[in-house]
């Protein structure tokens, strides 16, 4: 009987270390990134997302508390809308005097980025910036978002609520689920009246 006692205590304590071991090798393989979004309505979102290391400023994106629109492109995925501000997946251009403006936070200084966000691929702590932005004559941002460190937003994470405003809006899926659930409720409704 001590045998066996023994023998599942020696087990457990197998399974925790190997437990352990994957838990902190999955720890190696990811990495955090701090995203800040400013809105024209002079909100912002600013959250530090854990990712695999190898991830994509859009992949970011796609993890981070925010509502993503995107559409696939030959250049690779292109930001439509973020929390309702911009455009929708089926004419994600349609805005043509705004876009959302994709930068990097370098010493405490936003530099645009000279790729997508789906080719760009950001270090351990690295800070990008989106915000919907005019343009000037030369196709250039007119706006920045505001300059967060790492470290500021992992003290003060800032999570934008929806819907916001400033950009074309549509209804979200929230707002589509509960016209989903009328319908039914009143399909039911005139289905038992019917009987």
């Not at 492109?73 to 309702?84: H, L, Q, R, V, W």
């Not at 937003?153 to 689920?177: D, E, F, N, R, S």
Request: one cysteine or more; aromatic letters at 10%.
């Amino acid at each position: 009987m001590f045998r066996r006692f023994t023998s599942v205590i020696w087990l457990a304590l197998a399974l925790c270390l190997v437990l352990a071991g994957i838990a902190f090798a999955a720890d190696e393989a990811t990495k955090q990134v701090g995203l800040v979004i400013a809105f024209p309505d002079g909100t912002r979102h600013a959250e530090v997302v854990t990712v695999p290391a190898g991830a994509t400023t859009f992949e970011v994106l796609q993890a981070a508390k925010i509502q993503l629109v995107s559409q696939t492109t030959g250049f690779g995925p292109a930001i439509c809308a973020i929390n309702n501000v911009g455009c929708p997946a089926t004419n994600c251009f349609c805005n043509p005097k705004e876009f959302w403006a994709y930068y990097h936070l370098t010493d405490d200084t936003w530099t645009m980025a000279q790729e997508g966000a789906g080719s760009y691929v950001p270090a351990d702590g690295a800070v990008e910036g989106f915000v919907w932005s005019g343009m000037d004559a030369s196709f250039n941002p007119t706006l920045q978002p505001p300059v967060i460190t790492f470290a500021q937003i992992l003290a003060a994470p800032v999570l934008a609520t929806l819907p916001q405003t400033g950009g074309m809006a549509w209804p979200t899926v929230g707002m589509a689920g509960s016209l989903v659930l009328l319908m039914v409720g009143l399909a039911m409704r005139r289905g038992r009246a019917g009987h």
